[in-house]
């Protein structure tokens, strides 16, 4: 069983809709990661949160909305998004950004748009 | 050139055999290295990590790394069907982030 928790596992939704992914640790991690992975492709790195604090933003464009509620929690807030945004999104922690500890999965949401 | 270069594959060994999964790489800077194990349509899996050269063993896998010839490679003995999947490597190392190889697929055959 994987110690980080990812809801819901599928997601369908429309070009318009607004919905939110939810990820959750019980392993005392302080760094939490938001992933996107395309088919046959390693996964990208979307935000990386350290402290509850947002530390990475690779770019992402603003259709995507990270949020860190407390050292458990993080969601990814999803607003008028693409086809292409079509994935599956992961989320990982780790003890502590910069520390070269290992970064653990979870489950992933598969995220269709239509 | 890639900052993480695997062999995409497929690497076919027969079931018993040993699989050589390798990963060059070119950041200098890399201090930390993982292996991941990824099934089709699921999550990667954390099985390895190793942090200095040499060799690390656990169970079937063996990780091994070079940091002169900038290279990390992971042994798996005794294969079986259950370990054909998608292996990743990842490190860390001059940039806080995890940078993935392209991953190789293994295909443990009867």
């Known amino acids: 069983d994987t110690e980080v928790t990812q809801t819901p596992k599928h997601l369908v939704m429309g070009m318009t809709n607004k919905k939110s992914l939810k990820c959750e640790q019980h392993?005392?991690?302080?760094?939490m990661y938001w992933y996107k992975q395309k088919a046959k492709k390693p996964p990208e790195l979307m935000f990386v949160?350290?402290?509850?604090?947002?530390?990475i933003n690779e770019s992402v464009p603003s259709r995507f909305s990270p949020e860190c509620p407390n050292s458990s929690l993080l969601n990814l807030h999803l607003h008028a998004l693409q086809p292409e945004d079509s994935a599956l999104y992961l989320c990982?922690?780790?003890?502590?950004?910069?520390?070269?500890?290992?970064?653990?999965f979870g489950d992933g949401t598969r995220l269709s748009i239509l | 050139q890639k900052e993480v270069e695997q062999n995409s594959g497929p690497l076919s060994v027969p079931e018993g055999a040993i699989a050589s999964l390798n990963c060059t790489y070119s950041?200098?800077?890399?201090?930390?290295f993982f292996w991941y194990r990824q099934y089709s349509g699921k999550s990667p899996e954390l099985i390895m990590f190793?942090?200095?050269?040499g060799d690390k063993e656990d169970g079937r896998f063996t990780a091994q790394l070079n940091t002169a010839s900038q290279y990390v490679s992971l042994l798996i003995r005794d294969s079986q069907p259950s370990d054909s999947a998608t292996y990743l490597c990842?490190?860390?190392?001059?940039?806080?982030?995890?940078?993935f190889g392209t991953g190789t697929r293994l295909q443990v055959t009867l």
């Open positions: 990842a490190m860390t190392g001059t940039a806080s982030k995890l940078t």
């Open positions: 990982a922690s780790s003890g502590v950004e910069g520390s070269g500890q290992p970064q653990h």
């Open positions: 949160y350290s402290y509850e604090k947002l530390s």
């Open positions: 190793i942090y200095s050269n």
């Open positions: 392993m005392g991690h302080r760094a």
């Open positions: 950041d200098r800077g890399s201090q930390s």
